[in-house]
């Protein structure tokens, strides 16, 4: 496997933010990068979901992960919490996502730190 920089996640971040339902605030956990560029709109909803529970699953725990597929297109991923840390007096984990686009093997790992804010909301540190 190898490891790809964030740069290829923008434009499903850019269709994540147009699908985020406007009631639930949305975190952009990969600002300023390219992903993922062969995503479909439903692919990048399922995998930024899968984030989502992975983050809001109490309590955090090595190990733990979250996956997402889409048997329309093909690709999947899992994201995996690989360290519980403290960042600045706030709680965060370590979570390494591979992710699988159909037809493009041996797929991407794309590793971030997530921590929660004082006000409950998980944010990417990168």
Not at 11 to 30: D, E, H, I, K, N
Not at 100 to 106: F, H, I, K, L, N
């Amino acid at each position: 496997m190898r490891t790809r920089p964030l740069r290829s996640l923008l434009p499903a971040l850019a269709v994540w933010t147009l699908l985020a339902t406007p009631a639930q605030p949305q975190v952009m956990p990969f600002p300023g990068y390219d992903y993922g560029a062969n995503l479909s709109p439903e692919d990048s909803k399922l995998l930024f979901e899968s984030i989502e529970r992975l983050n809001a699953a109490e309590p955090s725990r090595v190990g733990r992960s979250e996956s997402w597929s889409n048997p329309q297109t093909k690709s999947f991923g899992t994201s995996k919490i690989t360290r519980i840390i403290r960042s600045a007096g706030m709680p965060c984990h370590r979570v390494r996502t591979h992710i699988v686009v159909a037809g493009q093997t041996p797929g991407g790992d794309y590793r971030l730190t997530w921590c929660r804010t004082s006000t409950g909301e998980w944010k990417s540190k990168g």
